[in-house]
């Protein structure tokens, strides 16, 4: 596997922040947003892996090479 991007980093920081945060959100609130919210967090880091991953097959495994 390559080298994690930046963003992919503070993407899987930001959900690892975010999972026990949502257990603040008023009770009546909780299932719906926390569903809602995590599924979008969880959607896009899976996003920038799959960028991450094509990039770096594209390069043939350098970073910072996009060229096909």
């Known amino acids: 596997m ?5 963003l992919f980093t503070k993407t899987f920081d930001f959900i690892t922040w975010l999972m026990p945060a949502t257990n ?3 009770r009546s609130q909780r ?7 995590l599924g979008a967090a969880l959607d896009f880091q899976e996003l920038v892996l799959e960028a991450n ?5 594209i ?3 350098r970073r910072g090479s996009q060229t096909p």
Do not use: A, M, Q
Not at 2 to 6: R, V
Not at 31 to 37: A, G, K, M, Q, S
Not at 53 to 57: K, V
């Open 53 to 57: 991953n094509r990039i770096f097959s």
């Open 24 to 26: 603040h959100f008023p």
């Open 31 to 37: 299932f719906l947003v926390t569903e809602r919210l």
């Open 2 to 6: 390559s080298d994690p991007t930046p």
């Open 59 to 61: 390069s043939g495994g």
